[in-house]
């Protein structure tokens, strides 16, 4: 096996002397090897029988099988996916680690569970404790003694995030009730869309709380291993009248909570230079409607400033980040060589350097993945409006055995919503510095 980086076995050491822990590390820190390090020390030790774990699909897939022979190859591990039937063989087998996704939450409410430790990794999918999945599932952890919880930021999209997480791995951190939490740390400042405000130091309040089941890792501590990140804006001009007259149109409307995210979307599509045309039309089903969305295309600048962009970069291996299908559409009928994650073998040919170019959606490239092999470009088309997705998507490249200084560049159509996402993004980043701080 692999060795562990001095920082690196101190996380391993904090996880094995915690029963509930969290680690709280940026992307490309090794996650996945300071957990398989110390889940084999504490089946080594007698302290836990078997493990599960669970992940978004690609990392269980992807991640977690590829990383055990490097970091636990002691470990015997199932890989919990696909039908039914063969999710609960891997369920039956007699693996100390069994991997499965969280879309499967529900079905593992539902099964005849023998685990005494859980990981969950990418915590932060776990932030609401009123969903259903969440619900089914925390009945089935509560037997379980040992808990650990991997994330890149607790404070994604705010320090209500914070609860959720907090509850599934330890309970008594901040309460049982996300009420009390919200009542105690927050001011309801609108009750009519039932929005809320934090308290005055309240940030700092909710850190120091957990600070003791926190295990820190900072930036600096590995990412001075590492080479440069350089970002660069990239200014798009397209002609404005269509913006504007649906900005018109949207005020005209008005622009409440409800439909704000529809409002945005919107706005969002036609900074990238087309927009979707929605229409509804009964179905053969009694009381249901078939919804169609065709896109209707205003301007190729992006697409053309990415070209020239290829161009500049003599056509080095790039990864391309887009938000919308129809921009992987367009992306397709301009590039023939363009590859995507779902292509066969496609990360195993990015990292041996035999794709120029490959498309992915932050959604699906955001976690775990490493693409650090082949190559130091990425471009952004369109922005996510999630800081942790944003930064888990270039963490693919900027992480360790990168060896050249990577190269993001990202998108913004003049005088548009493109550059209120990116102002959001740095916002949301201050939040998340802060939170590292009191954490220490």
């Known amino acids: 096996m692999l060795s562990l980086r001095p920082y690196q076995e101190t996380a391993a050491d904090f996880l094995y002397e915690h029963d509930r822990a969290m680690i709280l590390a940026p992307v490309g820190a090794g996650k996945t090897a300071i957990t398989l390090t110390a889940m084999w020390e504490m089946i080594r030790d007698g302290h836990v029988k078997r493990w599960l774990v669970l992940a978004p699909k690609r990392v269980c897939t992807d991640v977690w099988p590829v990383e055990r022979p490097k970091w636990g190859d002691r470990l015997s591990m199932a890989l919990c ?94 309460g049982r009730s996300k009420g009390a939490f919200m009542q105690q740390y927050f001011v309801l400042i609108n009750k009519d869309f039932g929005e809320w405000a934090p308290r005055v130091g309240a940030l700092e309040k909710v850190m120091n709380v957990i600070k003791p089941a926190t295990f820190v890792l900072e930036a600096g501590e590995y990412k001075d291993k590492l080479p440069p990140l350089h970002t660069v804006e990239v200014k798009c001009d397209m002609d404005l009248l269509p913006y504007n007259k649906m900005k018109k149109d949207f005020v005209l409307e008005g622009v409440t909570a409800v439909n704000a995210a529809v409002v945005t979307g919107k706005l969002q599509q036609l900074a990238s230079g087309f927009v979707y045309d929605t229409t509804s039309t009964p179905s053969e089903s009694p009381g249901k409607v078939k919804v169609d969305q065709r896109p209707i295309w205003y301007s190729l600048h992006k697409f053309a400033r990415l070209e020239e962009l290829l161009d500049e970069n003599q056509h080095a291996n790039t990864i391309i980040a887009y938000t919308y299908q129809e921009e992987l559409a367009e992306l397709k009928r301009r590039f023939g060589h363009l590859q995507t994650l779902d292509d066969a073998n496609a990360i195993e040919r990015w990292n041996a350097g035999k794709v120029r170019l490959l498309a992915v959606h932050p959604k699906s490239a955001g976690h775990g993945l490493n693409l650090q092999h082949g190559g130091c470009h990425m471009v952004f088309l369109s922005l996510p409006w999630s800081l942790e997705l944003y930064e888990q998507t270039i963490g693919r490249l900027h992480r360790s055995g990168q060896k050249h200084a990577v190269w993001c560049y990202v998108m913004l159509t003049n005088k548009t919503i493109d550059e209120r996402i990116w102002a959001a993004l740095h916002d949301k980043r201050a939040i998340s510095d802060i939170a590292m701080e009191e954490l220490k």
């Open 81 to 174: 996916v696909g039908t039914p039937a063969q999710r609960l063989a891997a369920l039956k087998t007699n693996a100390q680690v069994v991997v499965t996704n969280y879309d499967n939450l529900q079905w593992l409410a539902e099964q005849k569970l023998n685990f005494d430790g859980v990981v969950f990794d990418e915590l932060t999918r776990l932030k609401n404790p009123s969903g259903t999945r969440f619900k089914a599932f925390l009945k089935v952890v509560d037997p379980m003694t040992t808990r650990w919880g991997l994330t890149g930021s607790f404070t994604s999209n705010g320090l209500e995030d914070v609860f959720g997480q907090c509850k599934i791995v330890d309970q008594s951190l901040l």
